[in-house]
């Protein structure tokens, strides 16, 4: 477990994401349901302050959400900032943030499709 203390950022968009020991969360999540917040705040703290192995199943899993499932997608259809949130790569704060695991399955979908056009032609 990381000891070192997270730096807090609210944000209006997005949902939340880690960069370094910065955690940035949408800043109408705690109004929205104080319960769905510390679960993610809590997914967010289990991220390593880099990228490793453990955050890929961390977020494949995403145990932290249980419970919770029906109220985060309830926040998605609210706030369509949070939309961003699916968008594997964008900048913001002056760092990119990447989600690895969007980017790989956007890549795996494009070969998908790129393989049944080239079966249809
Ligand atoms: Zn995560």
């Known amino acids: 477990m990381n000891k070192k203390k997270e730096k807090l950022k609210l944000v209006p968009f997005g949902i939340a994401s880690r960069i370094g020991d910065t955690i940035y969360i949408n800043e109408n999540l705690k109004k929205y349901s104080p319960s769905l917040y510390q679960a993610i705040l809590d997914h967010e703290k289990s991220h390593s302050s880099g990228f490793e ?3 890929i199943t961390l977020d494949l899993r995403n145990s932290h959400l249980k ?3 029906l109220k ?5 259809l609210k706030n369509p900032g949070t939309l961003i949130e699916f ?3 964008y900048r913001y704060d002056g760092s990119f943030v990447i989600n690895p695991l ?3 399955s956007y890549l795996l979908l494009f070969f998908i499709c790129m393989g049944f056009v080239s079966w249809i032609f």
């Open 102 to 104: 969007l980017l790989l």
């Open 72 to 76: 985060y997608y309830g926040f998605i």
């Open 87 to 89: 968008v594997p790569i």
């Open 67 to 69: 419970g919770n499932k």
């Open 53 to 55: 192995l453990r955050d």
